[in-house]
């Protein structure tokens, strides 16, 4: 077998726990140890090919920093990359393809950034070998007889020139700065100004500074300076995180372009509906975050991403999930009583100096979801803050809300608390924090388990957000808001948390309000919608809730797409613009879907 042994240095604290890792290793009793301090460092290290694989060091652990993985040693001879000694390993690689566009679909963790950044030559793939790194002749001669080769000799002789969209916009305003229209001015190298300001939506912002830009604006401008630039390869790590659902559509037209200019263009996504719509195939990553990860043959999108939610690759006999994801054979619907009614409200009216909203009356009930469905900057996140209490109406009614009725993760997180996950999880729920309910409803299905030790300032987006999502589900209250709680959720982290806040409504008879934008998302988890429209930045109008099917109806009417379902996950699916399923559907006024469709008819 070759085994992995991963030791999460960040996690890992010797003083604190006496180094009981090395004195529980079995072999110790023979005078060999696996695991031990060397010289140059204050942290044990594990030898792996010493190593039983027994997995004692990994339940003694306090602070979950060790993990022990047995993989086929078939695999070893595979290995693309690993970043140092009982770091993190990356097993294949993407076959980069020109005229085709290549989605990568995974958790978080699994190494899908780490793909994009070899192949755009920030990282130089090591074949596992971090100890003695391999020079160029070794990593291409490993690659022999496959597209790699090739792609390698071009990158190692600078012939091939890489553009790479990064996964992390909001940190842009840090590296760049400047006005929008002259930074895409001069990083036009192919005559396409105009065009990108048009299709992305920057014309009325582009004389605003970078450092005034929203999460959406950023993404637009990174997406369009990585357009415009004349290069080979273009390879674009979460393009659509902030962006709104037509934002999110538009932009998979503008990367689908390069397509036609024979382009290499490779997507790491985690919004299915985006990659299904952007992607000609997929590779999906498997393995253990954060501790090995490996890229599995090339397959259709439409295959992929169902082999993908089903967990399983009959290709390859890998099983990577217990238990198939699936969505909704058609819309639930519920009749509510009227003594389960929890919230009502009347219209209401608040105005800005530059923005107004409108909201028509509307209602709730005992275990019910509303999902709030519309574009960015039309009023979601300000009915919300109206709900809460933090912003006052001009003209209408608001009920009395207090902080005992209404528990609210609010869209962006910022971080005021030097303690750890714990500690600010056992201030909210107190003596239930150990109790098996608590455990199995929260803290297990938002994978919070291993992070309990972490400080607040040591976790990355997915993690802060998960624990957002955990804080607000944790208060003791009637009403859930949550804006926007899938940024920066991989896949299954996302209908994990649709499930998750499903369970907990349902069980304990309140309601919840979720702000959101991906569509599949919001299939998974809304019994109603509430849609929005306007015009951006200037004014909004708030629709009252109406049925899941009516509301995603009206919403894609709007939009001007339609959706169908996958015939074996059920899943939602972009049809095609102008497509014959596209044109029919819009011709009978069905946008969300159809009765149940035959995919070789599509």
């Known amino acids: 077998m070759n085994r992995i042994a991963i030791l999460d240095r960040d996690r890992c604290r010797p003083k604190d726990c006496g180094l009981v890792c090395i004195k529980y290793c079995p072999l110790v009793r023979s005078n060999i140890y696996a695991i031990k301090i060397e010289e140059k460092e204050n942290k044990p290290t594990i030898y792996e090919k010493i190593c039983s694989g027994c997995g004692i060091c990994v339940k003694k652990c306090p602070f979950n920093a060790i993990s022990i993985v047995n993989l086929p040693q078939e695999l070893e001879t595979e290995c693309s990359h690993r970043f140092g000694k009982n770091m993190f390993k990356i097993y294949r690689l993407p076959l980069p393809q020109p005229g085709i566009v290549t989605g990568l679909i995974g958790k978080n963790g699994i190494g899908k950034s780490t793909i ?49 969209k990064p996964q992390y916009v909001d940190l842009i305003p840090k590296v760049a700065t400047g006005r929008i229209d002259r930074l895409l001015e001069k990083a036009d190298e192919r005559g396409k100004y105009s065009e990108i300001m048009k299709k992305l939506q920057l014309e009325n912002i582009r004389k605003r500074d970078v450092g005034d830009l929203s999460g959406g604006e950023l993404q637009r401008l990174a997406v369009a300076i990585a357009f415009c630039k004349d290069a080979d390869v273009y390879l674009f790590d979460e393009p659509s995180s902030y962006l709104d659902v037509k934002q999110r559509l538009e932009t998979a037209k503008v990367i689908r372009s390069l397509k036609d200019e024979n382009k290499i263009i490779i997507v790491a996504e985690h919004d299915l509906i985006v990659l299904d719509y952007l ?41 990577f999930r217990e238990t198939a994801i699936k969505f909704h054979a058609k819309p639930p619907i519920t009749k509510w009583n009227v003594n389960d009614l929890i919230l009502q409200w009347e219209p209401i009216e608040k105005s800005y100096e530059d923005f107004s909203l409108t909201i028509e009356s509307g209602n709730i009930h005992k275990g019910e979801i509303i999902g709030v469905l519309g574009p960015n900057g039309i009023g979601k996140t300000t009915f919300i803050k109206l709900l809460v209490g933090l912003e006052k109406p001009d003209k209408g009614y608001r009920p009395s809300l207090d902080n005992t009725t209404v528990s609210y993760k609010p869209q962006y997180i910022s971080v005021n608390y ?7 999880l056992r201030s909210i729920v107190k003596g239930e924090f150990d109790a098996s309910q608590y455990q199995t409803t929260i803290l297990q299905p938002l994978n919070l388990e291993h992070l309990l030790e972490r400080k607040l300032n040591e976790l990355s987006g997915g993690e802060l957000q998960r624990l957002a999502i955990a804080t607000c589900l944790s208060k003791k209250s009637s009403i859930y808001l949550l804006d926007e709680p899938s940024a920066y959720l991989d896949v299954e982290e996302r209908l994990t948390m649709a499930r998750t806040i499903r369970r907990l409504v349902e069980n304990k008879g309140v309601v919840a309000f979720v702000v959101e934008h991906d569509v599949a998302a919001l299939d998974f988890i809304a019994d109603r919608i509430m849609v929005f429209d306007g015009d951006p930045g200037l004014r909004g109008h708030a629709y009252s809730p109406t049925s899941l099917r009516d509301g995603m109806n009206m919403f894609l009417r709007i939009m001007g797409v339609t959706f169908r379902r996958d015939s074996k996950t059920k899943r939602p699916r972009v049809n095609k613009e102008a497509s014959r399923l596209d044109r029919y559907q819009k011709e009978i006024g069905q946008y969300y879907y159809v009765a149940d469709t035959d995919e070789e008819k599509e």
Request: hydrophobic share 30%.
């Open 116 to 164: 994009l950044k070899i192949l755009a030559g920030d990282i130089k793939p090591n074949l596992g070998k971090y100890d003695a790194p391999p020079k160029w002749p070794s990593i291409i001669r490993k690659y022999r007889g496959s597209v790699l080769q090739e792609y390698f000799v071009k990158l190692r002789e600078r012939k091939l020139k890489v553009v790479h």
């Open 279 to 319: 992607s000609d195939q997929v590779y999906i990553l498997y393995g253990k975050p954060s501790v090995y990860g490996v890229v599995s043959n090339t397959q259709g999108t439409r295959v992929g991403i169902n082999t993908y939610l089903n967990g399983y690759i009959s290709s390859e006999n890998v099983r």
């Open 418 to 424: 030097n303690g750890s996950v714990e500690t600010i």
